[in-house]
């Protein structure tokens, strides 16, 4: 058993062991602690205490944990257990030493109720699982056995456009970023409904497996952190388990268009004018720019199916958005002024912040094309990440309440859990934190 008692703050700061600068630490026994919080803590920052300490001090921990919180808040203690919980995940499992943390299924003693977090840590886990997970392993197929399993794990429907499927669909743009490939382009739709309303949620999430750039090839430099591609299909995945295992009160559909952006005879080029299932075609500029392809057809697809009440995508999108936010924050656009809000609160509350960028038609212009509907790149460096979305709504047949996240800054980290940028799983409780609020709203 290990026991941990978490205190509140108490105005000193001479503990001699820190685990991070302004919280303190007292290793009691070897399988005890004493965690004092810092000063002003946020439910955000406990929970990175409580994944520290699990993640560094795992020699300490047994599968029984018993944490004691007298005088701190009980949503800061779930917190921190959901910290706790993060820190048993490793991206290590095809090492040769792999052990299995001994928190991976842990138990956790705490009187309250601490299972919503640790349920969304968990989902946080299982997904990080995917985005470290090297390409080689995780093809599009292998992302459809995810949700597919996970559907019949926790209670949603899953079905799995194949390639002939989504040629008969007409997912033109998704195909033609799969003509590269030789794994088949597959659709992954999910189901969850648990709300009595009529009103449904609809996520789409890039599932780019790999992104060499295609023909517009990239350079060789971090190019393996190029797996991550489908850190926005992860975010979608976990927002449906999280869902469903919560069993939250509402209706939520996930599309993931899913291929890897590979290069060969066959791949499209520079000058390509392809179709698209929203029907508009779009001359090929830079086949690098391909998550919004298979975005588009997504998009279309989600809004033709499932009219959704409001209709959100979240992709690792550009190289633009870090530039414009590094590691802190995703670039958020929209013309919902609402529903930006809504989400700056809830990314605020449950540490995955989001920040708008200007959704103005200004800077449509770019991306007019000669030859086809509109292109796939301006041409232009400037306001990358604002011209993807800008090309993203040519897509969503003029939905009233769409928003686009663009998450390539922040479905990695590097942190002090591993060598490598680590998967964060963001985006996971950004989504249950907004769904949660519009639930409550509701009733
Ligand atoms: N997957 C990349 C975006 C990306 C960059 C994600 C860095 C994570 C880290 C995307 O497909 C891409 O290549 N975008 C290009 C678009 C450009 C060619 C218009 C970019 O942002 O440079
Ligand atoms: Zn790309
Ligand atoms: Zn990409």
Excluded at 38 to 43: E, G, I, L
Excluded at 210 to 228: A, E, P, R, W, Y
Excluded at 232 to 240: D, R
């Amino acid at each position: 058993m290990t026991e941990i008692t978490l205190l509140p703050h108490d105005g000193k700061d001479d503990y001699t062991d820190q685990i991070a600068p302004g919280s303190y630490l007292r290793t009691l026994s070897p399988t005890g602690f004493v965690v004092r919080l810092p000063k002003d803590s946020k439910p955000a920052s406990v929970r990175s205490l409580g994944h520290l300490l699990s993640h560094k001090e795992r020699k300490y921990f047994t599968s029984d944990v018993q944490v004691e919180a007298p005088n701190v808040a009980e949503s800061l203690a779930q917190e921190f257990i959901g910290g706790l919980k993060l820190g048993s995940y490793s991206a290590g499992q095809r090492k040769g030493d792999y052990e299995i943390h001994p928190l991976e299924n842990g138990r956790f003693q705490y009187i309250g109720e601490t299972e919503k977090n640790l349920i969304l840590s968990d989902v946080q886990n299982r997904v990080r699982a995917l985005v470290d997970a090297p390409a080689n392993k995780k093809r599009a197929q292998d992302l459809a056995a995810w949700a597919t399993e996970s559907g019949k794990a926790y209670g949603y429907d899953v079905k799995v456009l194949d390639k002939a499927a989504c040629e008969k669909e007409g997912l033109h743009a998704l195909l033609a970023v799969n003509r590269g490939s030789e794994d088949p382009a597959v659709l992954i739709v999910m189901e969850y409904c648990g709300g009595a309303q009529d009103e449904t949620t609809a996520i789409i999430g890039k599932g780019v497996t790999f992104d060499t750039g295609g023909v517009s090839i990239k350079g060789s430099q971090n190019l393996h952190l190029m797996k991550s591609d489908m850190g926005g299909a992860a975010a979608t995945f976990g927002a449906l388990e999280a869902a469903a295992r919560l069993k939250l009160p509402v209706n939520l559909v996930g599309i993931v268009p899913a291929t890897d952006n590979s290069v060969d005879a066959l791949s499209i080029k520079p000058s390509d004018v392809i179709e698209s299932h929203a029907g508009k075609t779009i001359e090929i500029i830079d086949t690098d720019a391909e998550g919004r392809l298979i975005m588009a057809d997504g998009l279309s697809y989600a809004v033709k199916y499932f009219s959704p009440t409001t209709l959100i995508d979240v992709a690792t999108l550009t190289g633009s958005a870090v530039r414009t936010f590094g590691y802190v924050c995703a670039a958020t656009l929209s013309k919902n002024e609402e529903l930006v809000e809504q989400f700056r609160a809830a990314g605020e509350a449950c540490g995955e912040r989001v920040w708008p960028l200007p959704p103005w038609d200004d800077f449509a212009k770019g991306l007019e094309s000669d030859v086809a509907d509109v292109k796939n790149f301006s041409g232009n460096p400037l306001h990358g990440a604002t011209d993807a979305f800008k090309f993203l709504e040519n897509f969503t047949h003029d939905h009233e309440r769409y928003i686009h996240f663009d998450i390539a800054g922040v479905a990695l980290k590097q942190g002090p859990y591993a060598k490598d940028r680590q998967a964060t799983g963001y985006g996971v409780r950004l989504f249950v934190e907004w769904l949660s609020r519009q639930a409550a709203n509701k009733s």
